[in-house]
C-alpha cells in the first residue's frame, strides 16, 4: 500500500493515496510513515481535526521526537483545549527539554489552568533556551501576567518591561495589569 501510494502521488491522485495510506496503517498501525503522509494531506487540506488526531497516534509511536510533541501542543493550545495541552504538555516538556517554544506552550495550558507558579517556573526555563527575541519578549510578558496573578509586582513589572524593551508591541506584555 505504501508503494502503491507513492505511485498515486506521482499522479497527483489525492484520494488514492489517502486510501493507500489508510489502508497502511490500518494493516500495520505500528508504523508511522502512513500516519506521517496522512498528516501532510491533512496538513495540505487545511482538516485540522484530522491533523490533531493523527498527532496524537504518532507522539504514541514517536515517543522522542521533540517536533511531533511540539506540533501537538501547538495544535492543542491554538484549539484551547486546556485539559488536554496540559497533559501533554508535561510528556512534551520530558522530550524537548531544551525547547523554549515547548515550555511556552506548556506554560500557556498551565496558566489557563490558573497553575501560574508552574506556568512562571516553564517561563523561566523557557527564557534560559535559544529564543528569538520575539519569542523572549513574548516569555517575558507571559511571565509577568503569571508572577502578576501570583501578586508579586515589582518581578512582574521587570518582566513586562524587559517584553516591551525587546518588542514594543508584544501583545502579552500589553496585557499585564498591575496595580
Known amino acids: 500500500h505504501m508503494l502503491l501510494a507513492d505511485i498515486a502521488e506521482t499522479k497527483e491522485d489525492k484520494a488514492k493515496i489517502r486510501y ?35 498527532l496524537r497516534k504518532l507522539t504514541q509511536l ?19 483545549q486546556w485539559d488536554e495541552a496540559r497533559r501533554v504538555g508535561d510528556s512534551a516538556v520530558f522530550v524537548d527539554v531544551t525547547g523554549g517554544a515547548t515550555h511556552m506552550l506548556y506554560a500557556r495550558a498551565l496558566q489557563a489552568h490558573g497553575a501560574h507558579d508552574k506556568a512562571a517556573f516553564e517561563l ?20 509577568a501576567q503569571s508572577l ?19 518588542d514594543p508591541e508584544n501583545a502579552e506584555a500589553k496585557a499585564v495589569k498591575l496595580p
Not at 515517543?63 to 484551547?80: F, G
Not at 523561566?124 to 511571565?143: F, M
Request: proline content about 2%; hydrophobic content about 40%; overall charge negative.
Open 20 to 54: 493507500h495510506l489508510e489502508a497502511a496503517h490500518r494493516l500495520d498501525p505500528s508504523q508511522t510513515d502512513p500516519l506521517k503522509g496522512l498528516f501532510d494531506l491533512a496538513h495540505e487540506d487545511k482538516r485540522e481535526g484530522d491533523e490533531l488526531e493523527i
Open 62 to 80: 514517536e515517543q522522542h521526537d521533540k517536533k511531533i510533541w511540539r506540533m501537538l501542543l501547538e495544535k492543542l493550545v491554538a484549539a484551547k
Open 124 to 143: 523561566e526555563t523557557a527564557l534560559l533556551t535559544n529564543l528569538k527575541e520575539k519569542e523572549k519578549a513574548t516569555a517575558h510578558g507571559l511571565l
Open 148 to 166: 502578576a496573578a501570583l501578586k508579586k509586582n515589582g518581578e512582574a513589572a521587570k518582566h513586562r518591561d524587559e517584553a516591551l524593551k525587546l
